[in-house]
C-alpha cells in the first residue's frame, strides 16, 4: 500500500470547506445583484423577495467569512502546527528561482525539464494564499462601506462609496477568475493530480504527488524519520530503549498464554483454599 502524508488536519479541512461554501454563496449572490437577467440569476430573482433574501444572504456570507479569517487567525497564532505554517508560508528567493525554472520548463527551454524541488508550500501555493488574505482584507472594508452606505456617507463624500463600490466589484471579478482558472486547474484540472487531490477530502498526499509538488519537504521528513530512528538506536543502546512487538499476531499468543497462565494460578488458589 502507497504511504500517504498528512497535509490538513480535520480543523484545516473544515475550515477549507467552510471557506469554500460561503465563498461559492458569495459570488452567487453578490454578481446576481449585478446580473439579474443571467440565467443562473432566475432561480434567486424570479422568487417573492428573491432580491431581499439575496442581500440577506450575500450579507450572512460575508459576516461567516470574516468570522472565518478572525478563528483562522487564532488558529494561527496560538496552535503551533499554525505558527509552522506561518512560517512555512513566508516567500523567499528560492520561490522566484523555483517560478523562473517552472516558466522555463514550461517554455520548452530547460531540455529536458528540471527537476524542482519546493517545500511544504509551493510558489504557486504562497501567492494564492497572500492573495486570498489581501482579499479577503479588501472585499470586507469595500463590503462594510457598501452596506452601512448611510453611516459612511455621513462623514466622507460620494465619490469615496463610488470607488468603494467599484473596487468591490473588480475585485470580486479577480477572486473568482483565480478560482476558476488558478486554483481549480491546480487541484482538480492539473494531469499530475487529476480528476483530483484529495487532501481536501482525506488530509493526505501520497509519496508520488509529494515527490511532484514538496519534494524537499518530503526529504525533509524522512530525514527527520532517519534521525528519530537513530536516536532510537542510541537510547536502545544505552539501556534507555523499549522496544515493543510490532506483530499482532505474535502479540495474539503472548496474551492468550498469559490469560491462560492467569487461570491456572486462579484454579490454583482455589484448589488450596479448599484444602485439596
Known sequence: MARKYLRMTLNERIQHLNLAINFTILVI??????????FWASPITDVPLGMTFRGFLHRLSGVATVTLGGYHL????????????????IPTFKDAVDLWETLKNNLFINRPAKIIKMGRFNFREKFEYLGLIWGTIVMTVTGFILWFK???????????????RAIHF????LATLTILVWHFYSVILNPDVYPMNWAWIDGHLTEHEMELEHGMELERIKEEEKRRLVDFQEASNAGGGR???????????LNVRRFYGIVQDLNESIKNWKGI
Open 170 to 173: 473588480y475585485e470580486a471579478i
Open 150 to 164: 448611510e453611516e459612511w456617507l455621513l462623514f466622507f463624500p460620494m465619490w469615496t462609496f463610488d470607488v468603494a
Open 74 to 89: 487564532l488558529y494561527l497564532a496560538f496552535t503551533e502546527r499554525g505558527r509552522q505554517i506561518v512560517k512555512d508560508m
Open 29 to 38: 449572490t453578490g454578481f446576481a445583484l449585478k446580473y439579474p437577467e443571467a
Open 243 to 253: 522496544i515493543y512487538p510490532l506483530h499482532p499476531e505474535s502479540s495474539s499468543r
